[in-house]
């Protein structure tokens, strides 16, 4: 109506534009992947990794850090946790930028649907990152993003469709209800 009209004026007034989100495609290959199942959260030696292990795993993926163990450059001699299993490629796409929560969901019913052919993957994971400096608060607590800024979320998806729900939030944030 008019007030959209008042908006888009005010914005090509002051040459404020809409940027689209940065979406980057990669193939992992021979990634070591922990060994996961739905129902062990905590993991059992031997035999899965828990919750706690795939987080920090998936940390060091998503920031490409080298998962070899080899102290040549001692930034990181992490490696992937045991039991873990060789993947002969892995799909990465990261989008950056301002996300609507409804197209987040879009991307996880869409994630969901992989699993309704047959697929060699056990699991597959959606990471939902926030800004630093974003707003976001959970009961009456502000966002302490002057202290570290942590707001991210994690759903691991498994192959019968039970999921894993992982929350990290800032030491001043409460966790959300």
């Given at each position: 109506g008019a007030e959209g009209s008042t908006l888009m004026s005010y914005f090509s007034k002051?040459?404020?534009?809409?940027?689209?989100?940065?979406?980057?495609?990669s193939t992992l290959k021979d990634l070591e992947c922990p060994v996961l199942q739905s129902n062990e959260l905590q993991g059992?030696?031997?035999?899965?990794?828990?919750?706690?292990?795939?987080f920090e795993w998936l940390g060091a993926v998503l920031n490409q850090v080298s998962l070899n163990n080899k102290s040549s450059s001692f930034l990181s001699t992490y490696c992937c946790p045991q039991p873990n299993t060789?993947?002969?490629?892995?799909?990465?796409?990261?989008?950056?930028?301002?996300?609507?929560?409804?197209?987040?969901?879009?991307?996880?019913?869409?994630l969901c649907c992989y699993f309704g052919e047959p697929?060699?993957?056990?699991?597959?994971?959606?990471?939902?990152?926030?800004?630093?400096?974003?707003?976001?608060?959970?009961?009456e607590s502000e966002h302490g993003f002057h202290k570290g800024g942590e707001n991210l979320y994690n759903f691991v998806i498994f192959r019968n469709l039970d999921y894993w729900l992982q929350m990290a939030v800032g030491t001043n944030d409460d966790c959300p209800p």
């Amino acid at each position: 109506g008019a007030e959209g009209s008042t908006l888009m004026s005010y914005f090509s007034k002051n040459q404020i534009q809409a940027l689209k989100p940065k979406i980057t495609f990669s193939t992992l290959k021979d990634l070591e992947c922990p060994v996961l199942q739905s129902n062990e959260l905590q993991g059992k030696p031997d035999e899965s990794c828990g919750t706690e292990e795939l987080f920090e795993w998936l940390g060091a993926v998503l920031n490409q850090v080298s998962l070899n163990n080899k102290s040549s450059s001692f930034l990181s001699t992490y490696c992937c946790p045991q039991p873990n299993t060789t993947v002969e490629k892995a799909f990465l796409c990261t989008i950056t930028g301002f996300i609507i929560p409804e197209k987040i969901i879009q991307l996880l019913e869409q994630l969901c649907c992989y699993f309704g052919e047959p697929k060699l993957a056990y699991w597959l994971t959606l990471t939902v990152h926030g800004f630093a400096d974003s707003p976001v608060s959970w009961r009456e607590s502000e966002h302490g993003f002057h202290k570290g800024g942590e707001n991210l979320y994690n759903f691991v998806i498994f192959r019968n469709l039970d999921y894993w729900l992982q929350m990290a939030v800032g030491t001043n944030d409460d966790c959300p209800p």
